[in-house]
């Protein structure tokens, strides 16, 4: 079960996500900021003080007569002022369009769709796990109550619940700048450690728990003589604390567990030397499985008997065309699946019955610095026609990711984000939910904050 997505490993900027009105507070975590790690080292694989305030004049003496002011010339109406001009927050799709300066062209005819209120979903049961401002809650839909889990210092993300529902598992770095893999029970008590303190080299850690909860796996920056940018994989014992590194050091990201918890699979290398590799729990042997010519990895999930990612035909940024493949678990059989693809990164979730497909793709519009979209779209498992979710929100101000699937296999929470003037800063932030079976469902906004997860349990 992945925990937490890895840090793209192309130069993308993610843009921002969303409420219905915008609020000045910022709210949810934001996406992990664009990197690039090192050059990676190939896995051992056994096939390869301020100023003082001025003094106070005296008072002066009373008299019959007030003081005359000494004379101030009036003000000069063309001179520049010093002081920087106040922000202002543009309130209007049509303001956010004129003072929109980017190199990316918006949506002008576009009008975002008001969002749908969480009542009018109509769930009878299900519970989600959010990020606000460094914090995890819960939100149970069928009773609307939300429920703050932590209260600590520093930033607590990534929750997950885990296969029984029962339990919670994040990330936070509540100890100092080092991060730890928690775990709680679901209504936020018993917080403890799960693994040692770690540094993450590439933005924010990565990391996975098995659905039993019974072993993490998680990257952590390689310690010396090999630090030089590279991450090696941990893999963890809840029950006995034993920590072991697996293989070594390499470019490390996106890892998951399969369904029996017996392997955990990884995406590794950089750029036009990316590729999965696959890890047998009982053994610890490393493969490295083949790349079919392809390039720019991302994602490693699990369709049916069939591993699901997402690569690249060319390693160039600027010609980059993400397709999605399958292969079976030994690397063999690498096959196409469906005609979608984009001209940037592909990252899917695969609903639990394994019928549905959610995309969350990003793409640059321009050269270097220009605008990136950041959309989610529905497949079909077998590779049908593609269904775009987010469309409808106005580009370039608005961003959707992160999508999770319900356990009815057709409810889908993703994060919304919006950025209501020129020049902010991605921090208006909602949970939003889909009827992916209703071809024409508006998103209903849950809360504020992002990093959604269902619990498993309906």
Not at 244 to 254: D, F, K, S
Not at 307 to 318: G, I, K, N, V, W
Not at 363 to 379: H, K, P, Q, Y
Not at 404 to 411: G, K, L, N, S, V
């Amino acid at each position: 079960m992945i925990m937490h997505e890895r840090t793209p490993r192309t130069a993308i900027a993610w843009l921002l996500l969303a409420a219905c009105t915008p609020r000045p507070a910022g709210d949810g975590e934001p996406p992990p900021p664009p990197s690039a790690s090192s050059a990676a080292a190939p896995l051992q694989c056994d096939d390869t003080p301020p100023p003082a305030p001025p003094a106070l004049a005296a008072s002066p003496a009373p008299s019959a007569e007030p003081p005359t002011a000494p004379y101030q010339p009036p003000p000069d109406p063309t001179a520049e002022s010093t002081d920087p001009a106040p922000r202002k927050t543009i309130g209007t799709f049509d303001d956010w369009v004129k003072a929109y300066e980017g190199l990316g062209v918006p949506e002008a005819e576009k009008r975002p769709p008001r969002l749908r209120l969480a009542r009018e979903l109509a769930l009878a049961s299900g519970r989600i796990v959010f990020v606000r401002s460094g914090d995890v809650f819960t939100m149970d839909l069928a009773t609307g109550i939300e429920a703050q889990l932590t209260r600590k210092t520093q930033r607590n993300i990534a929750p997950t619940f885990l296969g029984d529902g029962r339990r919670i598992a994040f990330l936070s770095n509540r100890d100092g700048m080092a991060w730890r893999v928690f775990l709680m029970n679901a209504d936020g008590t018993e917080q403890r450690p799960i693994t040692g303190k770690f540094a993450a080299w590439n933005g924010e850690p990565s990391f996975a728990v098995s659905q039993d909860g019974a072993r993490v796996a998680y990257v952590a920056g390689a310690r010396p003589p090999a630090d030089e940018g590279l991450e090696e994989l941990h893999l963890v014992e809840v029950a006995s604390g034993d920590d072991q590194r697996i293989g070594q050091p390499a470019a490390l990201g996106e890892c998951t567990f399969s369904p029996g918890g017996d392997a955990i699979h990884c995406v590794a290398g950089e750029f036009d030397a990316e590729h999965l590799l696959s890890v047998d729990i009982a053994t610890r042997r490393v493969r490295r499985l083949p790349d079919a010519g392809n390039h720019m990895f991302s994602a490693a999930r699990f369709l049916g008997d069939r591993l699901l990612f997402s690569a690249s035909e060319t390693e160039a940024l600027c010609c980059q065309r993400s397709q999605l493949y399958t292969t079976a678990l030994d690397g063999t059989g690498i096959k196409g699946l469906g005609s979608f693809w984009v001209s940037g990164s592909m990252h899917p979730e695969v609903s639990p019955k394994g019928s549905k497909i959610a995309v969350a793709w990003s793409v640059r519009v321009g050269g270097f610095g220009a605008d990136t979209w950041n959309e989610i779209t529905l497949l079909d498992a077998n590779g049908g026609a593609d269904r775009p979710l987010t469309s409808a929100f106005p580009r370039p101000f608005y961003s959707a990711y992160g999508p999770a699937w319900a356990p009815d296999d057709h409810h889908l929470a993703f994060t919304l984000s919006l950025c209501p003037y020129y020049g902010c800063e991605p921090t208006i932030r909602s949970v939003v939910v889909v009827d992916t079976g209703d071809a024409k469902a508006v998103p209903a906004f849950i809360a504020y904050g992002g990093s959604a997860s269902w619990s498993p349990v309906p």
